[in-house]
């Protein structure tokens, strides 16, 4: 069935280490949604990426979707403590087909 | 951003019996999801919530277990019938706008003894 696959599945750095987490789709998106899981709490949408090729940033956090809409990536330069959290990338398909997620932890 | 509430934020339920949990959403939303997210996993779709008609669900999940009700644009339940301690999970109720971004619900946390 469709899949996405994220790695790491988790990552410690050092604060103002940078970060990334890399999502891949078995097959073709029509766009990709990344959200933001604190601890205790839930997934808060962060953005949403349509366009091949289409790269947004929000602050230190940059966003990147593959030419061939598959794949996607969240970089954040520069991290800080509330940083900290789950990082999950979701698929669109016509539903959304959650990744593995990344647990980020930030050394201070 | 399209804001939605849960209710309960959490129940202890003994087992053998059912737990309804009621999703309210604002208007924005056009379609209405639940998920189930064990501690430290990834999120698991359980179905799609139609309005007025049955809903959509996903492979592993059926309506004996988990009926859910949607009677208008803004509103769903899902129940857990028949709980046992392996539906110990975080419910989350999600809505789309028409924009296709999914906006989530604060989760209910459930524990079956």
């Known amino acids: 069935g469709q899949q996405v696959m994220q790695i790491p599945q988790y990552q410690h750095v050092q604060e103002g280490e940078d970060f990334t987490t890399y999502c891949n789709s078995s097959?073709?998106?029509?766009?990709i949604q990344w959200y933001k899981q604190r601890p205790g709490g839930h997934p808060v949408f962060l953005i949403q990426?349509?366009?091949?090729?289409e790269v947004k940033k929000q602050k230190r956090l940059t966003f990147q979707f593959g030419e061939a809409k598959k794949n996607s990536s969240l970089h954040i330069t520069a991290t800080q403590t509330t940083d900290v959290g789950t990082y999950f990338c979701a698929g669109n398909t016509g539903k959304l087909i959650f990744g593995q997620g990344t647990t980020l932890q930030v050394k201070p | 951003s399209a804001v939605i509430s849960q209710k309960p934020s959490r129940d202890i339920c003994q087992r053998g019996t059912s737990l309804t949990i009621q999703c309210q959403v604002d208007s924005q939303v056009t379609m209405m999801f639940w998920y189930r997210q064990q501690p430290g996993q990834s999120l698991t779709l359980i179905a799609t919530a139609n309005q007025g008609s049955e809903a959509t669900y996903e492979s592993g999940f059926v309506i004996d277990k988990f009926p859910i009700s949607r009677p208008n644009l803004t509103f769903s339940t899902l129940t857990v019938s028949n709980m046992s301690p392996e539906d110990s999970s975080i419910y989350l109720c999600s809505g789309m706008t028409d924009k296709e971004t999914q906006y989530f619900g604060p989760g209910t946390r459930l524990l079956v003894l």
């Open positions: 097959t073709t998106l029509s766009n």
């Open positions: 990426l349509v366009k091949s090729g």
